[in-house]
């Protein structure tokens, strides 16, 4: 019995595969507020990450006599709104951080 085979053998253990991307719209500065409203907005995220309530996180700010960024004393909704503004923020940036409008598969 003959068996015909249709495919040539070839070694395949050295294949290269280059891929080529062509990227636009990339944000690469993912929090663009002040490096002062950054710092409030990582104490409120690792005083709530240890169980703190609004009230307890702007009571503390308050009485360390921290203002906000506009210079104001800390109530629990503003401590609220802030995380509340970082997440919004961070969401829209996780869904902008790139689009592919060109790529290209080549194997050799």
């Not at 907005?41 to 307890?56: A, L, N, S």
């Amino acid at each position: 019995m003959i068996s015909f085979c249709m495919y040539s053998f070839r070694d395949y253990t050295n294949i290269t595969l280059k891929i080529h991307y062509k990227i636009s719209n990339i944000r690469l500065n993912s929090y663009p507020y002040p490096p002062y409203q950054k710092m409030l907005v990582d104490k409120i995220i690792f005083f709530r990450e240890c169980g703190h309530t609004y009230k307890m996180i702007s009571q503390y700010f308050n009485q360390i006599n921290l203002l906000s960024y506009r210079g104001k004393k800390f109530y629990p909704s503003l401590v609220f709104e802030l995380i509340k503004k970082y997440n919004k923020l961070l969401e829209k940036n996780q869904s902008k951080l790139g689009e592919i409008i060109k790529s290209r598969l080549i194997y050799e």
